[in-house]
Every structure is written in C-alpha cells, then in structure tokens.
Nanobody, 121 residues
Framework: HVQLVESGGGSVQAGGSLRLSCAAS????????MGWFRRVPGKEREGIAG???????AYADSVKGRFTTSKDNSKNTLYLQMNTLKPEDMAMYYC?????????????????WGQGTQVTV
C-alpha cells in the first residue's frame, strides 16, 4: 500500500523560507518519479517541481531559481526547499509519485498522491 505524507507547511512572511517533506512508504522512492504540485482554490492543480529516478529535475517557471526539490532514497523522503516566498506561492502543496516522466510536471504521470500541506505567505 503506497502512502505519501507531506509535512513542513505553515505560515511564513513574504521573503521567507520553508522546507516541505514527503515521507513515502509502501515502495522505494528510487523506483518512482516524484513531484510537487500546488493548488489554489478555484484553480487547477499546478505542477511546480519534479525529480526523476535518475535525479533529473524540472521546475515550473513560477518557482525556478527559488524552489529546489531533492530526495533522500535512504529515508524514502522527498523534499521541497522554498526560498524567497511570495504571496502568490500560498497554496495547498501535494507530493506525488509515478512511473512515467514526460517533463516531471504533468499530473497524468503520477499515480499516487499525498493529502497535502498548507503554505500561507
């Protein structure tokens, strides 16, 4: 049974930083592509960062240069370091895992989803 659990969300002032974590269980994180998505009420879920099995990464233009995703396969955990946060970054953030890579930001590539963690800026 695959499970993804996000943590690390919270409230931060504009310009501040947060690090989100996504603990995976039920599979090894080095066998799936993983990604981060966010959703603002009334809008579609947006892919913002992805990391492939080989470690390649992809970022949405809206976060490029400010957000960094990484994973620790020994801990089966995915991370999203978010710096220079802006009010428009406020959203519910989700991690996801899947076995396809078409750029890392495509929702259709991901089969498993966490419940989300709220980020308020």
């Amino acid at each position: 049974h695959v499970q993804l659990v996000e943590s690390g969300g919270g409230s931060v002032q504009a310009g501040g930083s947060l690090r989100l974590s996504c603990a995976a269980s039920g599979y090894s994180s080095n066998t799936f592509c993983m990604g981060w998505f966010r959703r603002v009420p009334g809008k579609e879920r947006e892919g913002i960062a992805g990391i492939g099995i080989d470690g390649r990464t992809a970022y949405a233009d809206s976060v490029k240069g400010r957000f960094t995703t990484s994973k620790d396969n020994s801990k089966n955990t995915l991370y999203l370091q978010m710096n220079t946060l802006k009010p428009e970054d406020m959203a519910m953030y989700y991690c996801a895992a899947g076995d396809r890579w078409s750029g890392g930001l495509n929702r259709d590539d991901y089969k498993y989803w966490g419940q989300g963690t709220q980020v308020t800026v």
